[in-house]
């Protein structure tokens, strides 16, 4: 990304060398990775003890802890100065248990990959866990292919462990997916236990169990805090055909106006494709209607069943039109319309220059937040891009893990098990990993465009379009020749079928 102003740019680089010199103190350093392991004396992390002193959270604590607080205290207020954020504003953000987690996660990555764009934590903040492959639907795009339960799913008392190794790698937040989630007779453990830990519990659902009152209480009584109820048209005929269940709108519809009322933080997810481009106006407007939080426009990826479907894959132009308006209609009546799709970031940047519409906003992958603090826009290029492998990761039922639920299970692109490897030697050491976390050797015109940072293309689908990680993206704009080929050798190699909407299906190889 690069600034309009190259002096604030410069004293802003200026600033995060004096901190990455901070960072990369011996002493300091040598102290911030001692620093990231767990204490049994006192019961959690490291740095979640010593951030709980420093927020006066915690009385007590070891010598260790204690000693540990003294240098977290000086680094975070080093790094006050560096972002402009006062202490007390500091203070009081790490007032909340996740962001205390996602802080410590933030200086465990300073202590164990130093200072680099793009930024590594310490942990994922964020790990979606398919905990069941057991689905009462049957989506057309499902990428998990989902249906029944498998055989080598893991046991309750293994998701109990897995949980509490998350916890202690300093995980921020699982999202609970599937298949079906709500499915699982003992989900709301799950939950409660994620809870207690103090990660952030989120949870995906089609809406058909949600739809009932009393478990949707049962949920939130357990701690669920974020949902999201996937709704793929404004009209029962639209959402139903795709999922192939009837009454499956309704359900969903029921479930997002409960989950609502229960003062859940809800997100309707669309998975956006040929099919129902047209439609995502209304379902802006009924999203708002029904009072969700977040509409996310999830990029469609030819993976699981989704590759029965790739003909209904978004052009790279009506990818970019799509996110236009998006950006352009966000935040107006409370639903911030988002999405999954990387080049959002760069839709932003665009849109912003052309259309001027006066959004100072931090352009990174899922959220463009915006800010008033001019210093926080650097951090795009830090933060922004795909996640893959990098903020977040997923979890398969058997345990496996992979960067991205988007990508196949195969074992090249597999990182580990969460049950049979350790946690943070994946983190640290898989190659996959640091492949995926070095923008600097993409292929195509994602590997010389100047959003590589804040965008750098969806990896999934890069890998499900070309088998290759370092592919560029196919569905952006400055990628089209790609498309274009691509679209051309998969009509010829394979035989087609026509669709519902009138496009043509295609399996890949
Ligand atoms: S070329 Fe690649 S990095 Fe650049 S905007 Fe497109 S997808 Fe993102
Ligand atoms: S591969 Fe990256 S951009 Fe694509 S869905 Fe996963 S995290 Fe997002």
Request: with cysteine; hydrophobic share 35%.
């Amino acid at each position: 990304m690069v600034s309009e102003n190259p002096e604030n740019d410069s004293s802003f680089m200026g600033m995060v060398g004096s901190f990455e010199k901070m960072i990369n103190n011996p002493f300091i350093r040598s102290v911030l990775k001692s620093s990231t392991q767990y204490c049994e004396a006192d019961g959690g992390n490291r740095l979640e003890v010593a951030l709980e002193l420093y927020t006066g959270k915690r009385k007590h604590a070891c010598v260790k802890c204690r000693f540990t607080e003294k240098v977290v205290s000086f680094v975070m207020k080093r790094a006050g100065q560096t972002f402009g954020i006062t202490d007390e504003k500091m203070q009081k953000s790490l007032q909340s248990a996740y962001w205390r987690k996602g802080v410590a996660t933030t200086v465990k990555g300073l202590a164990l990959f130093g200072v680099r764009r793009p930024f590594v934590p310490g942990a994922p903040y964020q790990i979606v866990w398919n905990i069941t492959k057991a689905c009462n639907f049957n989506c057309l795009h499902c990428y998990e292919n989902a249906g029944r339960k498998d055989p080598d799913e893991a046991t309750p008392e293994m998701i109990m462990q897995g949980i509490e190794k998350l916890a202690r790698a300093g995980v921020t937040s699982i999202a609970f997916s599937g298949g079906e989630p709500t499915l699982l007779p003992n989900m709301t453990d799950y939950i409660r236990r994620v809870s207690e830990l103090g990660m952030y519990p989120a949870m995906a659902s089609n809406g058909w169990v949600l739809s009932n009152e009393k478990i949707a209480r049962k949920y939130r009584e357990a701690g669920l805090q974020f949902v999201q109820i996937s709704l793929d048209g404004p009209t029962p005929e639209v959402h139903d055909s795709f999922r192939r269940v009837n009454g499956a709108w309704e359900r969903a519809v029921r479930a997002i106006r409960n989950c609502v009322n229960l003062g859940m933080f809800v997100e309707v997810s669309t998975t956006v494709t040929k099919y129902n481009i047209n439609d995502v106006p209304k379902m802006i407007e009924l999203s708002r209607s029904l009072g969700a939080r977040w509409l996310m426009a999830y990029n469609f990826i030819p993976t699981g069943r989704g590759r029965e479907i790739v003909m209904e894959d978004l052009e790279p132009k009506e990818r970019f039109d799509l996110l236009s308006m998006l950006y352009e209609n966000t935040s107006k009546g409370g639903l911030e319309l988002l999405s999954t799709a990387p080049q959002y970031a760069m839709v932003a940047q665009v849109v912003e220059t052309q259309k001027n519409l006066g959004k100072n906003v931090i352009p990174t992958h899922f959220q463009n937040p915006q800010y008033t603090n001019p210093k926080l826009q650097q951090l795009a290029d830090f933060i922004g891009g795909c996640g893959a492998g990098r903020f977040y990761m997923s979890v398969e039922p058997n345990g496996d893990i992979y960067p991205c639920v988007f990508f196949p299970h195969e074992e090249e692109v597999k990182v580990g098990n969460l049950y049979r490897d350790d946690f943070d030697k994946l983190w640290i050491k898989s190659q996959l990993l640091k492949d995926l976390r070095n923008k600097d050797d993409l292929e195509g015109a994602c590997g010389t465009c100047s959003y590589k940072y804040t965008c750098g293309g969806c990896r999934a689908r890069a890998y499900n379009y070309y088998h290759d990680i370092k592919a560029p993206d196919p569905g952006c704009i400055y990628n089209e020749k790609e498309w274009n080929k691509l679209k051309m050798e998969l009509m010829v190699k394979n035989g087609a079928e026509e669709l519902p909407s009138g496009g043509l299906s295609i399996k890949l190889q």
